[in-house]
């Protein structure tokens, strides 16, 4: 388990050098930027991730992926309020962008939001059927309106299609709603 822990730790520090070396060969970089942030994120170094993710912005505004990434990082980083403005705006810049509109509808689920939350993870599933946690939570967000049999659609879809986990608990939610 070192030894693997060790390993990671010496790839990550090579992605890393590598991402920052293209931003040094290139500081116009987009996907470097974001890249790179996403990495530090993962180190929990979210000051630097920050500034990365800025920079990415500043050079693509309107990159839904930056955004939700940034928003990820957010909330991650216990900034709700930041991360929903983010992922909103992930959503206007590109409004076909599934995961923009699940990532909403996901923290509004969260909040007890359901309306709200309803329409972006219905969003999220129309571009992207094959998107299981948003048909999953989808589910949740209409239990949580009390629309139990709408709800036991997509949790009985999230059952056939997600993986253990996710099918483990959607059962849990589908019994709720017979």
């Given amino acids: 388990m070192v030894v693997a822990v060790k390993r990671a730790d010496r ?6 050098r ?19 942030a996403n990495l530090l994120v993962d180190r929990g170094e979210f000051g630097a991730a920050f500034r990365h993710f800025q920079k990415a912005l500043d050079l693509d505004p309107l990159s839904a ?19 929903l403005r983010m992922f909103r705006e992930a959503a206007a810049a590109d409004p076909m ?28 599933a129309a571009i992207e059927p094959s998107h299981v946690k948003a ?3 989808l589910g949740l967000a209409l239990l949580g309106l009390d629309r139990r049999e709408e709800a036991a659609g997509h949790l009985r879809h ?11 608990s ?8 017979e």
């Fill in 170 to 177: 959607a059962k849990k939610y589908l019994s709720m709603t």
């Fill in 158 to 168: 999230a059952i056939r299609h997600g993986d253990g986990r996710l099918g483990k």
């Fill in 135 to 137: 048909r999953h939570n």
């Fill in 97 to 124: 962008y599934a995961e923009a509109h699940f990532n909403l509808g996901s923290l509004l689920l969260s909040g007890g939001s359901f309306s709200e939350a309803e329409q972006a993870l219905k969003l999220a």
């Fill in 11 to 16: 790839r990550h520090g090579q992605a890393r």
């Fill in 65 to 83: 992926d930056i955004l939700t990434n940034f928003g990820l990082a957010r909330l991650e980083n216990g900034e709700a309020g930041d991360a």
């Fill in 18 to 36: 590598n991402y920052l070396e293209a931003i040094k060969r290139d500081a116009s970089f987009v996907q470097a930027y974001n890249n790179l």
